[in-house]
């Protein structure tokens, strides 16, 4: 029996599909047959005379139709389900109904002896049931624990053991999928609930419920250092934005050498069905659920505008670029002076937004350029992202970074204002707080340009021709960026190692590109929506919690299918200059506001005067004309201790009124 079983299940789809369908109308002449016999009727001619073969061809011609019509050769039965059986159920009842009233119709011409109603409904009962009876007996035979009884062996014994992280209904379908895979790939061994309310040790399809929230990470964690026999942790789909552990459960995981997917969704092969499994990328690691993006909102604010990008070549410029065309901007241009960085955007973005998109290789700290640039571009919006930003590269090139993160986002701004666009958007870095680094106190001068600006009411003193909204976003490391450490450690394991780390303590803030650049948008969107004087300068992005450094280089080793340390070696190489072990997201001078935003904050911040911000310009470009990076770095920090003395002073003057006023 085994043999001819397999003979049937190997059989091509469309023949299958055909040996059903003879089997069908096969069924519905013994159902026929059937109901005579068991309402003890005798028809008023023989079986095979020529009207009984009219009649018999008729009926399977009829049945073959309707069964076809009723969509009965289109389900996979191999996972059939309940509605599948029903439509079993109905197709039977309209054969029933449409074979009774041929019946009528037959009889008022011509009379027919041995008819009755009574016959018809036996037809229904057992047509419906000896239909429904082979495809239950398949199902049952394709259930991986009833075929491996028939097959005398266990065919699970090579699957990955498995543990399923999501909701009832979404388990329910993968056990029954892996089930009826051949071969095996997958087991379910147990189901940890996402749903609040499940009972420990309720069982679907005999598969228990062995956590439901908030135990997940605990029971995750005895399984993998409890036992060895676990291969796989498999989430539902969407888990990442229902689970707030997401990304702790991740990282549990991969300490205990467990492989993470994610379901996401079903294809159909042929007649075969297969689960979607996706694997859990690096960006898994942040220790906070991402947030869906509010795209109505970031919509209707960049749609139908005009957006330049400076740096736009480079990881957030590029996709700040894809996103705005996404969102359906006029027109994008990108102002970026790396020639291959161009050529590469062009290949990153989708062919049929080209049209909209336009491109110049310039320098943004060149005023001619940009002014014409923006002249002839007319934006309504720009997103100021050109920057440098590699720690250790900048403390040798300090002229470079001051040259472009300083001065070209003083000409940017100052270009964007005289030319009236409506909405000047700087990208901001976490080493702004408290810099320790050539680089940090660029972007915090960069910070303070835009602050100032955004201070000064239109037509004053910085020669504005129209209310430009100036802001400045904040935010920590974009995972995968160029340059960034996940790039950095990608390239060393691909070498064989050693992976490198400037101490094990280190943490820092992660973000994805995709998240960063919306929450970005968002920020921008806020901002424009704010009258003057209830806006802020700068916005903050919530990063969630910060990541131990280490611990990214441990997980994509083990994601590569090496061992950290074994495999791959990790070697400790000292903090480099300007860096810190850890970086802040906001000063303790700043106050943090809460919006309407989510995972946005404004901040609350002393603001420089803008004659302070162009006095202390001008002495830094006469310190570069100087090749003094000692004065240079000087005059960035005294910029930055007379914002902060600023802000001291206003707080300790607004709690002395306060005690007057008491």
């Not at 590569?560 to 303790?588: Q, V, W």
């Not at 202390?616 to 920090?637: C, G, P, V």
Request: proline fraction near 3%; aromatic fraction near 8%; charge should be negative.
């Amino acid at each position: 029996m085994n043999s001819y079983l397999e003979a049937v299940f190997g059989l091509r789809p469309e023949v299958r599909r055909a040996f059903i369908m003879v089997q069908d109308v096969v069924m519905v002449l013994v159902a026929v047959a059937l109901a005579l016999v068991l309402s003890r009727s005798n028809l008023s001619f023989e079986a095979l005379s020529t009207e009984g073969l009219v009649t018999w061809t008729s009926i399977v011609v009829i049945s073959h139709l309707l069964f076809r019509l009723c969509g009965l050769y289109t389900t996979v039965w191999r996972f059939a389900s309940t509605p599948d059986f029903f439509n079993i159920l109905k197709s039977c009842a309209i054969l029933t109904v449409v074979l009774y009233v041929v019946s009528l119709l037959v009889r008022h011409f011509q009379p027919v002896a041995g008819l009755n109603e009574r016959q018809f409904i036996v037809f229904f009962l057992v047509s419906f049931t000896i239909i429904s009876a082979p495809r239950l007996f398949y199902r049952f035979l394709r259930d991986g624990a009833s075929w491996g009884i028939l097959n005398g062996r266990d065919d699970k014994a090579g699957a990955r053991q498995a543990l399923f992280v999501g909701r009832l209904g979404e388990a329910d379908l993968i056990i029954r999928f892996t089930r009826t895979a051949q071969p095996a790939d997958y087991s379910i061994a147990g189901i940890m609930a996402t749903e609040h309310g499940v009972p420990l040790g309720t069982r679907i399809q005999g598969v228990p419920v062995v956590a439901n929230r908030p135990r997940l990470i605990d029971v995750l964690d005895d399984y993998a250092t409890g036992t060895k026999s676990l291969d796989l942790l498999i989430f539902g789909s969407g888990a990442e934005h229902e689970i707030e552990e997401y990304s702790e459960l991740v990282r549990v995981a991969r300490h205990g050498d467990i492989a993470v997917v994610q379901f996401s969704g079903l294809s159909q092969l042929g007649q075969e069905g297969k689960l979607v499994l996706d694997e859990v990328e690096m960006e898994t690691i942040l220790r906070r659920p991402t947030v869906p993006s509010d795209i109505e909102r970031i919509g209707a604010f960049v749609g139908g505008r005009r957006v330049l990008v400076t740096g736009g070549a480079g990881s957030i410029g590029r996709t700040l670029v894809k996103r705005s065309l996404e969102l359906g901007a006029e027109a994008v241009l990108v102002a970026d002076n790396s020639e291959f960085g161009i050529f590469q955007l062009s290949q990153y973005v989708e062919q049929k937004d080209h049209d909209r998109l336009k491109v110049r290789i310039v320098d943004v700290a060149d005023r001619r350029q940009m002014t014409r640039v923006v002249t002839e571009f007319k934006p309504d919006i720009v997103f100021h992202a050109a920057a440098l930003k590699h720690v250790p590269l900048l403390e040798e090139n300090w002229e470079s970074a001051i040259q472009t993160n300083v001065f070209g986002t003083l000409v940017c701004a100052e270009v964007a204002a005289k030319c009236g666009v409506a909405q000047f958007v700087m990208v901001s870095s976490d080493k702004a707080v408290d810099p320790s680094s050539v680089l940090g106190m660029t972007k915090r001068a960069a910070e303070q340009i835009v602050s100032a600006l955004h201070g000064t009411p239109a037509g004053g003193p910085a020669g504005r021709r129209a209310a430009t909204k100036f802001i400045a976003v904040r935010f920590g490391n974009v995972f995968g960026s160029n340059g960034s450490v996940a790039t950095i450690f990608q390239a060393q394991i691909e070498a064989g190692g050693p992976v490198t780390i400037t101490d094990r303590r280190m943490t820092r803030y992660f973000m994805t590109v995709a998240e960063a650049v919306d929450l970005v948008i968002m920020s921008a969107a806020d901002a424009a929506s704010r009258p003057a004087g209830q806006d802020f300068a700068v916005y903050m992005l919530d990063m969630g919690k910060p990541v131990p450094i280490l611990e990214v280089a441990e997980t994509m080793i083990r994601m590569a299918g090496k061992s950290p340390y074994t495999d791959i070696p990790i070697r400790f190489t000292g903090i480099r200059p300007g860096e810190k072990l850890h970086e802040t997201l906001h000063g303790e001078d700043e106050e943090l506001v809460e919006l309407s935003v989510s995972k946005v904050f404004g901040l609350s911040t002393d603001v420089a005067q803008w004659s302070d911000v162009q006095a202390a310009l001008a002495a830094l470009q006469q310190s570069i004309k100087d090749q003094d990076k000692a004065a240079s770095l000087a005059i960035l920090a005294d910029l930055d201790r007379a914002t902060k003395t600023n802000a001291n002073a206003r707080q300790d003057g607004m709690q002395e009124a306060a005690g007057r006023a008491g």
